[in-house]
């Protein structure tokens, strides 16, 4: 039977703080969301793996991203208590726990009903999350606007609606994949312009809803 609190120890020892994160906030938050649970059922035993793992092998598939990528991600956004953060394609909600255990407001985001049904009941114990069911290019708008916004994915084109949704001084982390390579960008809005930082190369596949038939690329 696996120790999944050991595994959990291991996988910050080993895994994340190796790949530069050193936010005490994050690293708490990290060790307080048991990540098996947000694994689909019976893959419990995947969910310390240093790969991405299957969450929805349907025609738009959801990985949980592996932990030294989304760790790096959510340090990159600099999540603070109060903060209020668009967590797009949440899966069951594993980034979405991190970051409510930071102490963020977090709407999470999920456009397969299934995966936000269960989403629904693995955060049901986190008030300040909302799932919400809805498209992941447009977001959401009407729940915004935010400091901060995470895609849990790659996308080929990242839509101009999402950049809109961030508060000047927000910023937006997503995995972008420009041919053969694919890194971690961070996006920060200052009025209408926007600033572009390239984190660590990451490989995670696209999303379906962010292939090259999206309106806009920045």
């Not at 694994?39 to 991405?52: L, S, W």
């Not at 208590?81 to 409510?100: I, R, T």
């Not at 936000?116 to 498209?135: F, I, M, Q």
């Not at 994949?177 to 996006?187: D, F, K, W, Y």
């Amino acid at each position: 039977m696996v120790d999944f609190e050991q595994a959990r120890l291991n996988m910050i020892n080993s895994q994340i703080r190796p790949c530069d994160v050193k936010d005490p906030l994050v690293l708490q938050a990290i060790l307080g969301v048991p990540r098996e649970l947000y694994v689909a059922p019976g893959k419990e035993a995947y969910a310390y793996i240093d790969q991405n793992v299957l969450l929805s092998d349907g025609a738009d598939k959801r990985f949980m991203l592996q932990p030294m990528v989304i760790s790096r991600m959510i340090q990159a956004l600099e999540v603070a208590p109060g903060d209020k953060v668009l967590d797009v394609a949440c899966g069951y909600g594993y980034s979405s726990a991190v970051m409510a255990g930071i102490g963020a407001e977090v709407v999470a985001l999920e456009a397969d009903e299934a995966l936000a049904e269960g989403a629904r009941e693995k955060l049901s114990s986190h008030k300040n999350v909302s799932v919400v069911t809805g498209d992941l290019v447009t977001g959401g708008a009407k729940y915004g606007p935010y400091d901060a916004i995470l895609v849990n994915g790659a996308v080929a084109e990242l839509p101009e609606e999402l950049l809109k949704q961030l508060k000047d001084g927000g910023r937006l982390v997503a995995i972008q994949s420009e041919g053969a390579v694919s890194r971690v960008v961070l996006h920060t809005r200052s009025g209408d312009a926007f600033g572009r930082l390239e984190i660590i190369d990451a490989s995670a596949p696209i999303l379906q809803a962010f292939h090259k038939d999206s309106a806009f690329v920045f």
